[in-house]
């Protein structure tokens, strides 16, 4: 989870598996503790940041500075992801080019 979320978010000591689960500080704060409505939230970037596209109490709780802040969020790391995905596509290219380049040297040795 990026760390400028905790703003927005209500931990728990909850767990799914191996993941953290929090609260959206809006819903906790309007619907309460307690209620049936409180939804719990995988704690990572991209489950936070879809529910608070989709979340009514969200949108209402802050003004739009703030949600732009929270949705560059995403931005930024959707971009370093794209470029991670990408530097490692590009990695296994460069490898399957070498082997292939270094296997037709080989065939074009003279034999003994």
Do not use: W
């Amino acid at each position: 989870m990026v760390q400028s979320l905790k703003n927005y978010i209500v931990k728990t000591n909850k767990k799914s598996g191996n993941n953290n689960l929090c609260y959206c500080k809006a819903c906790f704060t309007k619907l309460g503790k307690n209620s049936l409505k409180l939804k719990t939230i995988i704690d990572k970037t991209e489950r936070l940041i879809t529910h608070f596209k989709n979340c009514r109490n969200f949108h209402d709780a802050y003004d739009n500075d703030e949600k732009s802040k929270v949705f560059a969020l995403a931005m930024k790391k959707s971009n370093l992801m794209e470029v991670n995905t990408n530097d490692s596509s590009n990695q296994q290219l460069l490898l399957q080019r070498d082997s292939v380049s270094s296997r037709s040297s080989l065939s074009s040795l003279p034999s003994q």
